[in-house]
């Protein structure tokens, strides 16, 4: 099985503060953000609902991409999220289901 990686961007509420990853395994990480063990920004900021997710089958595409969303300008992040997530979703729920 082809491991699958995935940048994400997290938000603590609509159109709240955002952080943008990139993780080999979407729903652990989620978790650890969730519950206290992911980044220290997100944890001082509450920055927890998935908003976004892009899976790549390759590490170094999936690398490059998020160092590149990371560059965006803060209103590219809110399009890119907007485009396909209107309703600001937590995505999280539907990784498990």
């Not at 978790?31 to 944890?43: D, E, I, L, P, V």
């Not at 490059?64 to 485009?83: D, F, P, Q, S, Y």
Request: proline content about 1%; charged content about 25%; aromatic content about 12%.
């Amino acid at each position: 099985m082809e491991q699958t990686y995935h940048v994400y961007i997290l938000a603590s509420e609509r159109n709240g503060t955002l952080y943008t990853g990139v993780t080999g395994d979407l729903v652990q990480r989620c978790w650890q953000h969730r519950n206290g063990q992911g980044a220290s920004f997100t944890r001082h900021y509450g920055v927890h609902q998935l908003v976004h997710a892009e899976a790549f089958a390759d590490v170094n595409e999936a690398i490059a991409r998020e160092k590149a969303v990371k560059k965006w300008r803060r209103a590219w992040k809110l399009e890119l999220i907007e485009r396909g997530n209107p309703q600001w979703l937590d995505l999280y729920d539907r990784l498990n289901g």
